[in-house]
C-alpha cells in the first residue's frame, strides 16, 4: 500500500501526458528561433510568433517592439555582418490551459568576430519567457522577453561595442 504512492510521485512533478506532444513543439519552435537567427531567415519569425507579438529587448535594442514584422526589421539590421551561434537549453514549459502556455529557456548567444576580428568572440547569456497561445493546431508565442545575465569576452566581436 505505501509503495504506490512512491511510485505516483514522479508522474506528478511532470506535464501530464495530453502536454507531452505540445510541449514538444514549443520546445522546436523555440530551437527554430535560435536557427532562424544564425542563419539570417527572419522570415521564419512569422511561424514562431503571433503577428501581434510583443517583443522585450535589452539595451540597445528597443526596449519594446510590437508585430514579428517590426521584430525581424530590428533584428535583422542588429545581427547584420555578424556570425552567431544562439543556444536554447534549459527549458521549462507550464501549461495554464489546453491553449495557453508559459515557457522560460536559458540563452547561450555567441557572436564571432571577422577580418580583422577573426579569433574574438563574445557570448552572452540569458534567459527568455515566452507566452504561448495555440491558434489552428500551432503554437507560437505572442509574448517574448529576454533578459541578459552578462557577456564573456571580447565586445570587438560584435563589430563595435553594443
Known amino acids: 500500500m505505501k509503495l504506490l504512492p512512491l511510485l505516483l510521485t514522479p508522474l506528478l512533478a511532470f506535464p501530464t501526458l495530453a502536454h507531452t506532444g505540445d ?35 535589452p539595451a540597445p535594442l528597443p526596449p ?20 552567431t551561434q544562439h543556444s536554447i537549453t534549459t527549458t521549462v514549459v507550464d501549461f ?15 557572436y564571432f568576430g571577422a577580418g580583422n576580428l ?20 500551432n503554437w507560437r508565442s505572442k509574448n517574448r522577453g529576454l533578459v541578459l545575465v552578462g557577456p564573456i569576452g571580447d565586445l570587438a566581436a560584435f563589430g563595435q561595442a553594443r
Open 23 to 57: 510541449s514538444i513543439e514549443i520546445r522546436n519552435q523555440l530551437s527554430r528561433y535560435a536557427i532562424a537567427l544564425d542563419a539570417k531567415t527572419f522570415n521564419v519569425l512569422s511561424t514562431i510568433f503571433t503577428p501581434d507579438a510583443v517583443f522585450t529587448f
Open 64 to 83: 519594446q517592439v510590437t508585430g514579428v514584422q517590426n521584430a525581424q526589421g530590428v533584428l535583422a539590421q542588429s545581427l547584420q555582418g555578424v556570425t
Open 96 to 110: 495554464d490551459s489546453n491553449n495557453a502556455a508559459r515557457s522560460t529557456s536559458y540563452l547561450i548567444a555567441t
Open 118 to 137: 577573426t579569433g574574438k568572440a563574445l557570448t552572452y547569456y540569458g534567459t527568455y519567457t515566452d507566452q504561448w497561445v495555440q491558434t489552428n493546431g
